[in-house]
């Protein structure tokens, strides 16, 4: 009997393990039981709505409206009880926000979530267990089917974003929704929209024109590496106005997305000083929307104007964005102009401040200020550190973590966002077979390997890292199908370190199941890096 007893369980666990590769999914759940079989559409299949949550229904809608572009069937959405059969859609008060349970027999598929964000959730789960042509715009006659399962999910992380650099080259609404689309699909939920800089100012503020007639367009664009100092001698340019941010935001509603926008400051802003020369610490001098990557020492004077502007134009953008936070940038900001300024020194004098470091602070604890009155919440690079912010202001790590670990020890909410592995215009692969990128050597597995629970926090401060984002910088990125390239693969390792609970990393694992997703990728013609992958 013992004998009997140690083979099933033996069995067991070998059906397990078996079961378990079968599931290509990705971020990795919280928690999957393999169940034999699978539950296959059919024209008789009906989504019943056993809630009157209207949430559940837009998703229950989405799934619909896929099922029947990629097969053809078209399946009735219906309210009622608990069903037996087909499709149901459960509100569970119990489960968290983003949380969701998705039980597959061969004859029901129930989703349960505490609302349609959660059902969300669920539902892209679901389309990774169903074949590759529930991505696809062309309807297919192959049987719709989803391999069946217990799962039980809910991410690690409440931020969990991607950052788009438009203000080196403007990329068109129509990519800024498929970006979105596939940031939905892997479960990322914030946008990170980078809509100012030196070389461009993306985004229409009424009550000052000259943003978008002049600080809009440079006058020409860098040819191949910086280390060539070629240019193209043609001028670049474009903006989003209003109501095409309204648009952008509105579409990522429906996706579950958050859209943080960032304008720059008090560096990188030549562009600004290009249409606002007053605004710099040589008003005399004439400015250009610069040219060349990099860091430019054309920066903000902190003078009462410069405020004033600033204020102005924040308030346009927040009364654009309904999210709570407000990215200012704060980072590189180069001091040179500010200590060969006449105003500047008198003004360190007038404040009582050590040096021209201490005078950035000022600059930012004006505009935290501001922010903050106003009812929403700051967000920076790691330099906004230096010398005091609010309580509620947010800090985003890019040199390292180092200025994560010290944020988070002064108990501000922290976004980890380390250059070394979620900074994606680094080459992902050998140089020799990549077209051109910045620099560095970031690949797939380095990403994945990174870590945020950090050993230096206790465990209190740790529940100050609220989030992870991965970064596309695009000095070297000009179109939407480079831009793609640069982010794919690399933001599925992203995915999962923000999602999945925490675990032993199994790479081997992650990339099994990556390459078992490569069909719905191409289904959904992703422009992804293959080196490794095939």
């Not at 809630?51 to 078209?74: C, H, P, R, Y």
């Not at 789960?125 to 042509?133: D, I």
């Not at 010398?387 to 994560?404: C, D, E, F, H, Q």
Request: proline fraction near 5%.
């Amino acid at each position: 009997m013992k004998s009997f007893l140690w083979g099933l369980c033996a069995y067991l666990l070998c059906f397990n393990l078996q079961a378990q590769e079968a599931y290509h999914l990705v971020p990795k759940p919280a928690k999957l039981i393999p169940v034999p079989g699978k539950f296959i559409f059919q024209k008789s299949t009906a989504i019943t709505l056993s809630t009157q949550d209207e949430s559940f229904n837009a998703v229950a809608t989405m799934l619909k409206d896929q099922i029947s572009v990629s097969s053809g069937l078209n399946l009735p959405i219906k309210s009622g009880s608990t069903s037996s059969k087909g499709i149901v859609f459960v509100q569970n008060s119990s489960l968290g926000d983003e949380a969701y349970r998705l039980n597959i027999t061969t004859k029901k598929i129930e989703i349960q979530a505490k609302s349609g964000k959660g059902a969300f959730y669920a539902l892209q789960t679901l389309f990774q267990l169903m074949p590759a042509q529930i991505y696809s715009n062309v309807t297919s006659s192959q049987e719709l089917t989803a391999l069946a399962c217990q799962i039980e999910d809910a991410p690690r992380f409440s931020y969990r974003g991607m950052m788009l650099d438009v203000g080196r080259y403007y990329f068109p609404v129509s990519f800024i929704k498929r970006f979105l689309d596939l940031m939905a699909v892997y479960k990322l939920n914030t946008f990170h929209w980078h809509l100012t800089e030196d070389q461009g100012w993306r985004i229409e503020i009424k009550k000052y024109p000259l943003l978008t007639t002049v600080s809009s367009v440079r006058k020409e664009t860098m040819v191949g590496h910086y280390r060539d100092q070629k240019y193209d001698n043609k001028p670049y340019g474009g903006f989003y106005t209003q109501e095409e941010i309204k648009e952008v935001i509105a579409y990522a509603t429906k996706k579950f997305i958050t859209i943080i926008p960032e304008i720059e400051m008090p560096g990188h802003s030549q562009a600004v000083l290009a249409a606002y020369p007053e605004l710099g610490c040589n008003p005399d001098k004439i400015y250009q929307v610069a040219t060349r990557w990099g860091i430019s020492e054309d920066v903000l004077c902190p003078r009462e104007e410069t405020f004033t502007f600033m204020e102005n134009v924040l308030t346009e953008v927040m009364a654009l964005f309904p999210g709570q936070y407000i990215h200012i940038g704060g980072d590189e900001c180069p001091k040179k102009q500010w200590k060969e300024s006449r105003f500047c020194q008198d003004l360190i004098k007038k404040l009582g401040l050590k040096d021209e470091h201490e005078l950035q602070s000022y600059f930012i604890r004006r505009i935290d200020k501001f922010v903050t009155s106003k009812g929403k919440k700051l967000l920076g690079w790691d330099e906004i550190l230096e010398g005091g912010l609010s309580p509620n202001a947010m800090v985003m790590s890019w040199r390292g973590t180092k200025g994560g670990i010290e944020a988070a020890k002064q108990n501000h909410d922290v976004v980890m966002s380390p250059n070394s592995f979620f900074y994606l215009d680094y080459y992902q692969a050998d140089p020799k077979t990549q077209p051109l990128a910045i620099g560095g050597n970031l690949t797939l597995s380095k990403s994945y390997s990174f870590e945020p629970d950090l050993p230096e926090l206790t465990a209190e401060e740790a529940k100050h890292i609220v989030g992870i984002q991965a970064n596309v910088w695009t000095e070297y990125i000009s179109t939407p199908a480079y831009a793609e390239y640069m982010t794919f693969p690399r933001a599925l390792a992203l995915s999962e370190i923000s999602w999945s609970p925490k675990q032993p990393k199994d790479y081997d694992d992650f990339l099994r199941r990556v390459k078992g997703i490569l069909p719905g990728m191409d289904a959904l013609k992703i422009n992804y890096c293959p080196v490794g992958l095939k």
